[in-house]
Structures are given as structure tokens and as C-alpha cells.
DNA sequence: ATTGCGGGGATAAAGG
DNA sequence: ACCTTTATCCCCGCAA
């Protein structure tokens, strides 16, 4: 079910993207359009300020502090539970190879460790290995007994021969700071989605949060395309935000 | 000395 | 066959 709805999410951004093409005069490139607006997003982050933040903070935005994070986690967690008697999703399922999954499906991307992050940050049955600090930043935390059995886990849904090892995982996790996906914070074993990874696989959560970086955006200043490709990515989950129930 | 965590080069794997 | 992207393997440093 979830790898269904993945697709969706996967074909609603690909038609974004078709969209755009349609509508703009110059040579659109899919992988480095997408990467720009992926630094630029990351790029608006640091000038809000988020939990690692640079000493930046503009001025509509509030003091944030591990003090009210760790406040907060209550609540949070509480909200997690709202959505753990929705998705109670079977162990066996979660273990089930990518090969498997995979079957029968023509051209279906490959799962990405992000993806299956995400998915276990929404699984309460993970609560023990992972969990989130602060969902709405996307803030999240390994379990330190238990990151090893996620890391297997992982490496079980990929389907591969060697198990997969927390130090491994973290090494891809590493990865994600080059592009931005996701980032390390200071804390121990803590990352930080992207504004934009968040958008993608939380359509509800991205329903919700106002177009920030739009007040960021002049036309002259060659970020117009990004602003273009950006709202017709919007209507596109929208579009798919309409025909599926929220997830996590 | 050991352990836990984080960094990063090199390379494999997979897809276009 | 080549290139790019992503994931994996492996070795290193640092601090408790």
C-alpha cells in the first residue's frame, strides 16, 4: 500500500515537472532543475533558522532552542499516537524484500533510504529504533540500543546479502548532506529532513505550510523558473492530496 | 585500550 | 559502452 501510494507521489511529481516544461521558453533539465530548487529550499531553511541554526533568525520567526524542542517532544509524541491506530502496519510487511515488492511493476524506482526513514519514523512498531524530535521541522533521532535493528531492517528491505550495519546507513545519511536531503544536527544521532524531502513524502504536512519562501523569490534575481516549477509541484500534490487520505 | 559516533575516499550497483 | 546517481565498504579521528 504504501509503495502504491509512493508511485502516485512519484508520477505527481514528474507530471509537475512536465507541466513546467510545457510552460517554459528555455531548456528545462529535470535533474538539475530539481537540484537547484532542492539548494534553494535548503538555502531558505538557514536563513529561517532552524534548530541548527547559524545565529540567523529573521525576525517573524521564533527563538528556537533545544529547550523547546525537548518540551515539545511530548506532544509530538502524542501526536504520533494519534496516527498509530491508522497505520498498523504488519511486521512481515515491513521486512518484505524491495525485490518482491517490486514485482510485477514496470520501471518502479527503487526505494530510497530516506523513504524507508520516513516510513519508520510514521510506523509505530519503530518507535524503539527511531523517532521524531520535531515532526514539523523534521527533526529526527536513532534510538541508540536499537539503530542497529533498523539498520537490518533496512538492509532486509533492500534485500541484501551482507546485513546492513547503523554505521553503513549513517554513511548514506552522510551522503545526504551533499544534496541537501538531509542534513546533520548536533545532536547525537540526530538528522534534519529538507523542507523539500519533507513536502514530498508529506502531503498533508505541506498542505499546511504557507509558500515561505515566496517573500525570498524576485523575478530578476533568475530564481523565477525554480518559483514556477515549485507551484505547479504544489498543484500536483494537491491534486494527489484529494484522491488519497492523509499519511503521517 | 575500548566504545560510540561522525567524517569521507573509494568503489559497487543500478538505471538511463 | 559510458555516465550519473545512490548505496555500500572500509578506514580514520575524536572524545568519553
Redesign the pocket.
Known amino acids: 500500500m504504501a509503495c502504491v501510494e509512493q508511485d502516485k507521489l512519484g508520477q505527481a511529481f514528474e507530471d509537475a515537472f512536465e507541466v513546467l516544461r510545457q510552460h517554459s521558453t528555455g531548456d528545462l533539465q529535470y ?2 532543475d530539481y ?1 537547484n530548487y532542492l539548494a534553494f529550499i535548503n538555502h531558505c531553511s538557514h536563513v529561517r533558522g532552524n534548530s541548527n541554526s547559524y545565529g540567523v533568525l529573521p525576525t517573524e520567526e521564533p527563538v528556537y532552542n533545544w529547550r523547546t524542542v525537548i518540551n515539545g517532544a511530548a506532544d509530538l509524541y502524542f501526536e504520533g499516537n494519534i496516527h498509530q491506530s491508522l497505520q498498523n502496519i504488519p511486521e512481515n510487511q515491513l521486512v518484505q524484500p524491495a525485490v518482491l515488492q ?1 514485482k510485477g511493476g514496470k ?1 518502479r ?7 524507508y526513514l520516513h516510513e519508520s519514523l510514521c510506523n509505530p512498531e519503530m518507535a524503539s529504533c527511531i523517532q521524531w524530535i520535531d515532526q514539523t521541522k523534521g527533526i529526527f533521532q ?1 534510538v ?1 540500543k536499537n ?1 542497529e535493528k533498523l539498520a537490518q531492517l ?2 532486509k528491505r ?1 534485500g ?18 551533499r ?1 541537501g536531503e538531509i542534513i ?1 544536527i548536533r ?4 538528522y534534519q529532513f529538507s523542507e523539500a524531502i519533507l513536502q514530498r513524502l508529506s502531503p498533508s504536512y505541506f498542505l499546511e505550510k504557507e509558500f515561505f519562501y515566496s517573500q525570498y523569490v524576485q523575478p530578476d534575481q533568475g530564481y523565477l523558473s525554480l518559483n514556477n516549477w515549485n507551484a505547479n509541484y504544489n498543484c500536483a500534490y494537491a491534486n494527489y492530496h484529494e484522491l488519497s487520505h492523509a499519511d503521517c
Do not use: C, D, P
Open positions: 535533474s538539475s537540484k517490486q520501471g524506482k527503487k526505494l530510497r533510504l530516506f523513504e536513532f541508540s539503530k533496512w538492509g533492500k541484501n546479502r551482507k546485513t546492513m550495519t547503523y554505521q553503513k546507513m549513517a554513511r548514506a545519511l552522510r551522503n545526504y548532506g544534496t546533520k545532536r547525537k544521532l540526530t
